[in-house]
């Protein structure tokens, strides 16, 4: 079992992406969620997920506590450690450094020596707040183990298997060759590529990629990439940009299309991944934006397979259009960008 510390605010958004790297995922307490597996080399590449630590003990938030189940826990592991405490989004007010301090005295008192600097193994110390997050049957056997449960607090103690790379700041949209302003932050754009099934043997499709952002994270964790743009200058920049910032060893195509109209054959592609057009600032030469987008949405399921994902965003509610189409909504998250912009951002699967 791993516990799994989650970024941002949004929990929900955060587990759905982290379920492309892990199994089992389930909300925990706020910034914290459980797996029963996870998939090392797709999670360095999660964008809300800082890492995920192997699951030692789980009691109430408090350092008291969190140093009676360290001393109770069963321990096999040998070589220096260092413990890492968190008071996950500054909720319970725990002192971070008197629990590094209380359970690395345990540790010691248990033969292992300290070592801040380069430890063979660190032991993370999460603690969060009463999220009304507890899972009532889990609540119940911690509860027989003399654990207090979720719902009075939480604190997860773990050892750190696995943690995401956060190089995100390296690729901010005014920094790459090729920039148009709203282009999307690169930690969003990893999170919806992820969701949409981004991974190396799979192919990506961005009907409508603009300036290339969610094309060059899918293809920084591995992916395949096959965009299209109705604008040549966006086609060209797309190209500078994926030439620049992606592996040569990923296949990449971009080529000027219709989005109702694709150049593709009958289920070519893995996942889909694209940002509907705003009607406020968009230029549309050739088609009323609900018929763009029910068009687009149509060409997607055509080309993609039927295991595919398809994830839209949007600055509005668009399953009036989802329905109409071989899609269906899964799932729905509302992010907000800034005051005047909340993207919406649909999951479809394909309807059976």
């Not at 110390?125 to 003399?146: I, K, T």
């Not at 992820?194 to 992916?223: F, H, K, S, Y």
């Not at 230029?283 to 993609?304: F, Y």
Request: overall charge negative.
């Amino acid at each position: 079992m791993y516990c799994l510390e989650l970024a941002g605010e949004d929990d929900a958004f955060a587990a759905r992406e982290a379920e492309a790297a892990a199994a089992g995922v389930d909300l925990l307490a706020p910034g914290l969620a459980r797996a029963g597996h996870i998939d090392r080399d797709r999670l360095r590449g999660l964008a809300y997920t800082h890492a995920a630590d192997e699951l030692l003990a789980r009691t109430e938030a408090s350092v008291d506590a969190a140093a009676i189940a360290l001393e109770a826990a069963g321990i096999d592991r040998e070589g220096t450690v260092a413990v890492r405490a968190r008071d996950v989004r500054g909720l319970t007010g725990v002192s971070t450094r008197e629990a590094e301090r209380r359970l690395g005295g345990v540790l010691v008192d248990r033969g292992f020596e300290v070592d801040l600097d380069d430890p063979d193994h660190e032991l993370r110390v999460l603690f969060s707040a009463d999220g009304g997050l507890g899972d009532p049957d889990s609540d119940a056997a911690a509860a027989e183990q003399g654990q207090i449960p979720a719902s009075e607090g939480v604190c997860v103690l773990g050892w750190l298997d696995c943690e995401s790379a956060r190089d995100f700041g390296e690729r901010q949209p005014t920094d790459r060759p090729f920039f148009q302003p709203g282009s999307m932050a690169p930690m969003d754009a990893r999170a919806l590529a992820n969701i949409a099934g981004a991974a190396p043997g799979r192919r990506i499709l961005d009907p409508m990629c603009g300036t290339g952002g969610t094309l060059i994270e899918a293809g920084l964790v591995g992916a395949d990439l096959v965009g299209t743009d109705a604008q040549w200058k966006m086609v060209r920049g797309t190209e500078e940009n994926l030439d620049a910032l992606v592996p040569a060893d990923r296949d990449s195509a971009v080529a000027r299309a219709d989005a109702t109209a694709l150049p593709l054959r009958d289920g070519v592609v893995d996942g889909v991944v694209f940002d509907a057009p705003y009607g406020r600032q968009s230029k549309i030469a050739t088609h009323r934006l609900e018929d763009l987008v029910e068009g687009a949405l149509s060409e997607a399921a055509r080309v993609s397979d039927d295991d595919a994902t398809c994830v839209l965003m949007a600055d509005r509610d668009w399953r009036e259009a989802v329905a109409a189409t071989a899609w269906r909504v899964t799932d729905r998250f509302e992010r907000r960008v800034h005051r005047s912009l909340t993207r919406h951002v649909h999951l479809l699967e394909k309807s059976r």
